[in-house]
């Protein structure tokens, strides 16, 4: 049974950090992509984040420069560090299990939620 669950969000001043996880089962993390997405209220699910098998990434404008996507397979598990956090930074984070070139999503998360706020 292919699951993917997503930890570590939480409320974060505007300029902190936090660090996600995803942490997969039921499958081989070294054969797949895994994408970060985000949904804020009223917002449509947006990539943040896809890093592939191979270790290529892609990263939405809106969060190059801040954060950070990295994986272990043997871990099963794929992290986002976000630094420097905006208010706008603020949704329900999710990981998805994607295609090895990080475009067709088959597998997500539950989501969890991050809030940046003073």
């Known amino acids: 049974q292919v699951q993917l669950e997503e930890s570590g969000g939480g409320l974060v001043h505007p300029g902190g950090s936090l660090r996600l996880s995803c942490a997969v089962s039921?499958?081989?993390?070294?054969?797949?992509?895994i994408g970060w997405f985000r949904q804020a209220p009223g917002n449509k699910r947006e990539l943040v984040s896809c890093i592939s098998n191979n270790g290529n990434i892609q990263y939405a404008d809106s969060v190059k420069g801040r954060f950070t996507v990295s994986r272990h397979n043997a871990k099963r598990t794929v992290w986002l560090q976000m630094s420097s956090v905006k208010v706008d930074d603020t949704a329900v984070y999710y990981c998805?299990?994607?295609?090895?070139?990080?475009?067709?999503?088959?597998?997500w998360g539950q989501g969890t939620q991050v809030t940046v706020s003073s």
């Open positions: 039921g499958f081989t993390l070294d054969y797949y992509a």
């Open positions: 998805g299990r994607s295609s090895p070139d990080c475009e067709t999503y088959d597998h």
